[in-house]
């Protein structure tokens, strides 16, 4: 357990110099309706690649791989590594061709304006409003969460630092000064990471004793896992659904100087993301081969090997990356959702001038922090939360990508698909034991009793949505 006072000192300190860090850029940059929102052909390949790590690593990095890689071993790990990089390595390939097809829509709530209409991009920008959302939550309840476990801070105060530092320099700046201080924050993320595991290691008595209980539990080890495949398997799809509709990844698309920039920058963000995921995740191993593990305390499984074996300075370690972490993202996330915001109202009321929309992005980024802070501080699942988001992302997903990359789906075949696999989908995701779903629709399916549920509900959500999308488009030739 850290000292409480180092603790908030470090909070302080971090959220401090990071909110003075921006403030001093955001100074220097032009206070405009497109920079807030989106800084379109203007950023290199390194610095989207930093952007990106550090936009898509935020706390929750620190509770979800342990998490999983506790319940479903190392096999859901590597699926989660793998789920993470996925949607990248797909923006990668299709993020230069949609450049080109839809000019000048910043997000995919935009082209489906531009392919379908008003309604399938209000469709679309509800859904990601929902995960963006979601994330924000999920991320103070994290941090929050983070310096309870370590340090007994309240949740309440810890969320409300971190929201008020973060948002001083992003509802000021907007994406321009996002994009900068996440390229500064990355360089301290996996450097940072790699200590803690090194602590870690060390407290442990040296590398083949912190690997002996690992070498030791078969079930942890085991490659061909059959639970812990599914549950990868349920990830990964749950991971590509979501991160394909975010719109704060959708703007650093828009950002790279060129398509060929995006497709380079995208693939290193992608190689960046694996050995984060795998060291954060690595603590679930530990935490689940100890004799004595209290899987109840999965949710925060790297914190609870730090906090019960490593010395002090290791926890504070953590403590400092899980601000920086949390800085790093929820600047992007509160951005992203002014600009999915203020871009749908530039839509529907063309009108709106240009101060108007500055003016919308910046109360939008304050009020998502005020809406977020108590929710938070209520400390939902951090996984849980994101999962079902992300379930909602999978009914869309393929029908969408679908219709943006060419398929001649109508407007009505988009909203049917949607509408089908929500009703298969939603009902088979499990409750927050992740284990028992709320409606068993396995046996209609001819699936055996253990099969996992949330690997049924997001297969059910790709599935059904393809197929709907695909009987809608023959019938519309017709």
Not at 147 to 176: K, N
Not at 453 to 468: G, I, K, Q, R, T
Request: charged share 10%; aromatic share 10%; glycine share 8%.
């Amino acid at each position: 357990m850290a000292d409480t006072a180092a603790a908030v000192t470090i909070a302080i300190a971090v959220c401090g110099g990071f909110a003075l860090l921006g403030a001093l850029y955001a100074r220097r940059q032009p206070a405009d309706a497109e920079g807030f929102n989106a800084v379109r052909s203007s950023v290199g390949p390194w610095w989207s690649a930093f952007s990106l790590v550090a936009l898509m690593t935020g706390t929750w990095v620190l509770f979800s791989p342990g998490e999983m890689a506790a319940y479903g071993g190392i096999v859901t790990l590597a699926c989660y590594a793998f789920g993470m990089a996925a949607p990248l390595v797909i923006l990668a390939l299709i993020g230069p061709r949609l450049r080109v097809s839809f000019p000048d829509a910043a997000g995919p709530g935009l082209m489906a304006r531009a392919r379908w209409g008003a309604p399938a991009q209000l469709l679309v920008s509800v859904l990601a409003l929902i995960y963006m959302a979601s994330y924000l939550v999920a991320e103070l309840a994290a941090i929050s969460g983070a310096f309870r476990v370590v340090a007994e801070v309240p949740a309440w105060a810890t969320a409300a630092l971190v929201a008020a530092a973060t948002l001083s320099y992003a509802a000021w700046g907007g994406l321009r000064v996002t994009i900068f201080t996440d390229g500064v924050q990355a360089w301290f993320i996996l450097p940072l990471l790699a200590a803690a595991v090194a602590g870690t290691v060390a407290a442990y008595g040296g590398w083949d004793a912190a690997m002996a209980p690992l070498s030791d539990n078969q079930q942890l080890m085991d490659w061909a896992s059959r639970p812990g495949l599914q549950l990868g398997g349920s990830l990964i799809l749950g991971i590509v659904a979501a991160n394909l509709l975010d719109q704060s990844i959708w703007q650093r698309v828009v950002a790279c100087r060129d398509g060929a920039v995006q497709r380079r920058a995208f693939l290193l963000a992608a190689l960046g993301m694996v050995p984060v995921i795998v060291l954060a995740g690595w603590f679930g191993l530990w935490f689940a081969a100890a004799p004595e593990a209290d899987f109840a305390q999965a949710p925060s499984a790297l914190f609870v090997v730090i906090a019960g074996a490593t010395p002090t300075w290791v926890a504070l370690t953590v403590l400092t990356l899980a601000l920086i972490l949390v800085m790093s993202t929820l600047g992007s996330l509160a951005n992203g959702l002014a600009g999915l915001i203020a871009g749908d109202v530039a839509s529907f009321r063309p009108a709106t001038t240009p101060a108007a929309r500055l003016a919308i992005g910046r109360w939008v980024t304050v009020a998502a922090a005020l809406v977020a802070v108590p929710i938070a501080a209520m400390q939902p699942s951090v996984t849980y939360v994101f999962l079902l988001a992300d379930l909602l992302c999978a009914t869309a997903v393929v029908p969408l990508f679908m219709g943006l990359l060419g398929v001649r789906l109508p407007q009505w075949g988009l909203f049917a698909s949607v509408a089908a696999a929500a009703a298969c989908a939603v009902p088979a995701f499990p409750k927050p034991d992740f284990l028992t779903p709320m409606v068993d629709l396995r046996p209609y399916l001819g699936l055996p009793g253990d099969t996992n549920a949330m690997l049924v509900s997001f297969a059910l959500a790709f599935a059904v949505s393809a197929l709907v999308a695909g009987i809608c488009t023959l019938a519309h030739r017709r």
